[in-house]
């Protein structure tokens, strides 16, 4: 077995046990999606500009090699929709589809899970 392929596989062993723990977790508390920042604050970690405004804005898509702004952020709820490329979702959506993450991991990650 090569590196690349024993590295590979402690890799995927690794995020199936923290998807486990975090189901139980999950188990016992709640998503609350209103712990989300606001839309701009959210996609500037992704180095996402959203100017002031209300509505959909368009900006460059990061899930395909974009030349110019396929992709609709909107300003209230956090969505967004690639229309040359079809990547949508809502503010969680994205953030499991920029890090290749389970819904129940990016939760986690962006502190949604509220303790019952
Ligand atoms: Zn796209």
Known sequence: MTD???????TLKQSSVSTKRAIKKVGRGKVNKSRLP???DFYR???ITLK????????KCPFHDDNH?????????GGYKCHA?????????????WHNASFIDACRALQLIEEA
């Open 4 to 10: 690349f392929i024993r590295n590979h596989l402690s």
């Open 38 to 40: 606001s839309p701009s």
């Open 45 to 47: 970690q992704f180095n």
């Open 52 to 59: 002031g405004g209300c509505g959909w804005q368009m900006v």
């Open 69 to 77: 702004a396929s992709m609709g952020v909107n300003h209230e709820h």
């Open 85 to 97: 490329c079809g990547a949508s979702g809502d503010a969680i959506g994205f953030y499991m589809q």
